[in-house]
């Protein structure tokens, strides 16, 4: 049918986004600085400002038994699940369905004092790639949300300070088939999960604060989310 007038963007933004997140937090050069670890999960981030405003890009690397890449981007890309992980968020409404795998989402967060409350006005895609560095292991599976206009609800019209944000979810599963030929279970399956985010609070907000609140809330946030979907998925089946 005819094209969407976001879809050059979607396919830009994501071929873009997942090749940044293959890359290793040591490929990137310098800069990275780990900040969070838990079990598995790595946190890094490197120290960015845009006009005086707290931009760090993060980058978290989590390896998690029992899902698949499938499975983690299907429970972070349905909305109908959101309010289930989501800790900081006060609203989501879902503005326009693009395609059954494109969807255009407005979210307020809670307030975090001593800033203004925000919100964002963001397209997200869901989409599965081949493994060009293991051709004949399972696709990745990859959800990326990044920021866009609407004109149906201008930035900083009302209460919220409009944020910007690119966010990609990189998802590569491995399986450890059985010895003896069993079916594969979830015992034989794990999830290699790349988040990268970079989140610009559109107005100001202090540095300290801002930094004190990554710390805290992304940790939280990958760790609550990851159990989430381990939790949705135990007695259901894999799904590839
Ligand atoms: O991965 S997503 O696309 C999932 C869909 O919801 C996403 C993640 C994070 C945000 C987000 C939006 C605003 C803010 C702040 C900035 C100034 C005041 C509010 C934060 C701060 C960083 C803290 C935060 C970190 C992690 C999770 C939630 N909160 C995060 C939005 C979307």
Not at 35 to 57: I, K, L, N, Q, T
Not at 157 to 184: E, F, N
């Amino acid at each position: 049918g005819s094209q969407h007038r976001l879809w050059p963007e979607i396919e830009k933004t994501v071929k873009q986004q997942v090749e940044m997140a293959k890359l290793g937090v040591g490929e990137c050069g310098t800069g990275w600085q780990l900040f969070a670890e838990d079990g598995e999960m790595r946190m890094y981030r490197r120290e960015e400002e845009v006009d005086g405003m707290v931009v760090d890009p993060l980058k978290a690397v989590h390896v998690v038994k029992g899902i698949t890449g499938h499975e983690v981007c299907h429970y972070f890309f349905n909305p109908q699940y959101r309010y289930d992980w989501e800790t900081t968020l006060e609203q989501m409404t879902v503005l326009e369905t693009i395609s059954e795998d494109s969807l255009l989402f407005l979210q307020t967060h809670k307030r975090i004092w001593p800033a203004s409350q925000r919100d964002v006005v963001f397209w997200s895609h869901m989409r599965k790639l081949p493994d060009d560095q293991d051709q004949d292991g399972p696709d990745i599976w990859t959800v990326v949300n990044n920021s866009t206009e609407d004109s149906e609800h201008p930035a900083n019209a009302g209460k919220c300070v409009r944020i910007y944000l690119t966010v990609c979810l990189m998802c590569q599963t491995r399986v450890d088939p059985p010895k003896d030929g069993a079916p594969i279970s979830r015992d034989n399956v794990s999830c290699k999960i790349t988040y990268c985010s970079v989140v610009n609070p559109g107005g100001w907000a202090p540095a300290s604060v801002l930094r004190a609140v990554y710390k805290r809330e992304y940790p939280k946030f990958l760790k609550r989310f990851t159990a989430y979907v381990k939790n949705q998925t135990k007695n259901k089946p894999l799904m590839f």
